[in-house]
């Protein structure tokens, strides 16, 4: 069975640093690792990364697959009040099974 | 361009009623997935729909089943509602026969069972 495991489950920090939020996974088939936001109700899509050690940027976000390893981080700098949120991380496989397995999501708090 | 958008936004049912749920993809998406989010938890696959044929279906009970219309549209009924199926119902659509994991998802539509 498909799993999905992050780390860690919640955690608080101060405006301006900086976290980095872990997901490790285990699929058959595996074709895409996605990371996705979420702050009240709709999941908001980050990233969807496919190629080991390509790293994805946007803004003072980024994130990189490690698919010998099966894991993904997500790195947020410089953190604001927005950033707080749940932060979730999917795994999607090849072919017909093309559902997406979500882990617990990681809620992070930014705190003034 | 619309997002994926979905309807009711709340739904308040007693244990035993039937519910319906609505959702529309994204524009240019054929494929649309239903997933269930319990309170501190990441979504659930319930099923998915393509050519308005179920493709796939997570571990959920046949109380639940869906629909796909024409226009890619999609329902999810639920029958002889639980307690436990009080949750947050997110939709998600794609598109088949491009990068078919990348999933855009509606707004939610958050169910209360009594």
């Known amino acids: 069975e498909d799993k999905v495991v992050q780390s860690p489950l919640s955690l608080v920090v101060h405006e301006g640093d900086t976290v980095t939020l872990n997901c490790s996974y285990e699929v058959t088939n595996f074709r895409s690792l996605l990371w996705y936001k979420q702050e009240k109700k709709a999941p908001t899509f980050l990233f969807m990364l496919?190629?080991?050690?390509i790293e994805k940027k946007s803004g003072r976000l980024s994130s990189i697959l490690d698919k010998k390893e099966l894991f993904s981080i997500l790195n947020i700098t410089a953190t604001q009040t927005g950033d707080s949120a749940v932060y979730l991380c999917?795994?999607?496989?090849?072919?017909?099974?093309?559902?997406?397995?979500f882990g617990k999501g990681i809620t992070l708090s930014v705190r003034p | 361009d619309a997002g994926v958008t979905q309807s009711p936004t709340h739904l308040i049912k007693t244990r035993g009623q039937q519910v319906t749920l609505r959702c529309s993809p994204k524009?240019?998406?054929?494929?649309v997935s239903w997933y269930q989010q319990a309170l501190g938890q990441g979504p659930q696959f319930i099923f998915q729909?393509?050519?308005?044929?179920?493709?796939q279906r997570g571990n959920f009970p046949d109380r639940f089943s869906g629909h796909q219309f024409p226009n890619y549209s999609s329902e999810l009924n639920v029958n002889a509602l639980l307690l436990g199926d009080s949750a947050l119902y997110l939709c998600?659509?794609?598109?088949?026969?491009?990068?078919?994991?990348?999933?855009?998802f509606g707004p939610g539509t958050r169910l209360t069972v009594l």
């Open positions: 998600a659509s794609s598109y088949l026969r491009g990068n078919y994991n990348e999933q855009f």
């Open positions: 524009s240019g998406h054929d494929t």
């Open positions: 496919t190629s080991s050690g």
């Open positions: 729909y393509y050519e308005e044929e179920e493709r």
């Open positions: 999917a795994v999607g496989a090849i072919g017909a099974n093309s559902k997406l397995t």
